[in-house]
């Protein structure tokens, strides 16, 4: 991480992250408050390859990124640090957790609250109407990014990967799940509903249980599937570039192995 960037970060006693895939069940940083809501200018989409939590370098699994859309809206949980300790101990995890394991870099915009919707805080704060957040996407210059491909691909892809984290398969359902539960009166993810639909037709088809790949995740769903089997090679994508807006504060570039945050920390995404 930028040494700079970071100092700049923590010179104001508040900072807000947003969380988009998996800092939506497992931020594992220290915060003082969440809330659900979403960003504007942005779709979510699952173009960043990953070799470590959701794959592996022979078979990589694919992780969500956001993409510039101008009637595009992202929906999320924004984290509320208070503090240098709070600052400093999740700045530290998120640049090695998205920059240098992820190929992530980050940038700010503006988060929207949901409306009616309980804070979870230590403090009991509530934070304002609306804040400006840090937002850790993919660009398609970083090695790990895999790009634009069909559904069926995409969905054939992820059926067939896996990480030190868990199964591909897990990561997209506990996104859709997100959606389903927190978001379900607000927005509809088209694109999500889709992909999960190709990724389970894709299992009935090879005679898997999707339960079986989530790990005891919690899900509303029947499984009428049968016991594992082999599944073929995944498909490569192709690439696709993209101009991005906000104010960019840290690329992937500045992380190292020697940051403070730790390995093993990340590797339970």
Not at 53 to 75: I, Y
């Amino acid at each position: 991480m930028n040494s700079s960037a970071l100092e700049n970060l923590t010179e104001s006693s508040e900072l807000w992250i947003f969380g988009y895939g998996s800092l939506l069940w497992k931020p594992n940083f220290e915060y003082s408050s969440k809330v659900i809501g979403h960003i504007e200018g942005f779709e979510r989409r699952f173009w960043q390859g990953s070799i470590v939590h959701r794959g592996t370098a022979d078979s990589p699994g694919r992780v969500a990124t956001v993409v510039p859309s101008q009637n595009g809206k992202v929906w999320g949980i924004a984290y509320q640090l208070c503090g240098e300790e709070e600052i400093l101990g999740a700045m530290d995890h998120l640049n090695v957790r998205e920059c240098q394991l992820g190929g992530y870099v980050c940038y700010t915009t503006e988060f929207y609250p949901k409306k009616n919707k309980k804070i979870s805080s230590h403090d009991k704060k509530n934070p304002l109407p609306n804040c400006d957040v840090l937002l850790y996407f993919a660009t398609p210059d970083n090695e790990l990014y895999m790009g634009v491909t069909s559904t069926k691909n995409l969905a054939e892809q992820i059926a067939t990967t896996e990480g030190v984290c868990g199964h591909n398969v897990e990561y997209i359902i506990k996104i859709a799940d997100f959606m389903r539960e927190d978001v379900s009166n607000e927005e509809v993810d088209d694109y999500l509903q889709d992909l999960e639909k190709h990724i389970l037709a894709f299992l009935k088809k090879k005679r898997i249980c999707w339960k079986n790949l989530t790990y005891g995740s919690k899900h509303r769903h029947e499984c009428t599937l049968l016991s594992m089997n082999s599944i073929p090679e995944m498909e490569t994508s192709m690439s696709v570039s993209s101009t991005y807006r906000g104010t960019p504060l840290i690329t992937s570039h500045g992380a190292s192995s020697s940051d403070s945050g730790s390995l093993d920390s990340v590797l339970s995404r």
